[in-house]
């Protein structure tokens, strides 16, 4: 429940949506096979918060990293227009 990963059962399915308007989302991505939508911003995404797990973990403040991790990701759109 607390890190909002989606059950398995289809019978918790109901409930876990319930619990966030979102996880029934998560839920339904996961039945069908899709754990992250293809699109072009997706690797770029996906190195930015690989680096922000990465520099939480070895002890920098998360609030800080997140805001980092915001304005890299902010950049990358601003460039790609």
Same mark, same amino acid.
């Given at each position: =429940?607390?890190?909002?990963?989606?059950?398995?059962?289809?019978?918790?399915? =109901?409930?876990?949506? %319930? &619990?966030?308007?979102?996880?029934?989302?998560?839920?339904?991505?996961? &039945?069908?096979?899709?754990?992250?939508?293809?699109?072009?911003?997706?690797?770029?995404?996906?190195?930015?918060? +690989?680096?922000?797990?990465?520099?939480?973990? +070895?002890? =920098?403040?998360?609030?800080?990293?997140?805001?980092? &991790? /915001?304005? %890299?990701?902010?950049?990358?759109?601003?460039? &790609? /227009?």
């Amino acid at each position: =429940e607390d890190l909002n990963v989606p059950v398995v059962l289809s019978s918790l399915h =109901e409930e876990f949506s %319930k &619990a966030d308007p979102y996880n029934g989302v998560r839920a339904d991505c996961v &039945a069908n096979g899709i754990g992250m939508p293809i699109v072009t911003w997706s690797s770029i995404f996906q190195r930015v918060r +690989n680096e922000l797990v990465q520099r939480v973990l +070895n002890g =920098e403040d998360p609030a800080a990293v997140l805001a980092d &991790a /915001q304005q %890299k990701i902010e950049l990358e759109i601003q460039n &790609a /227009q």
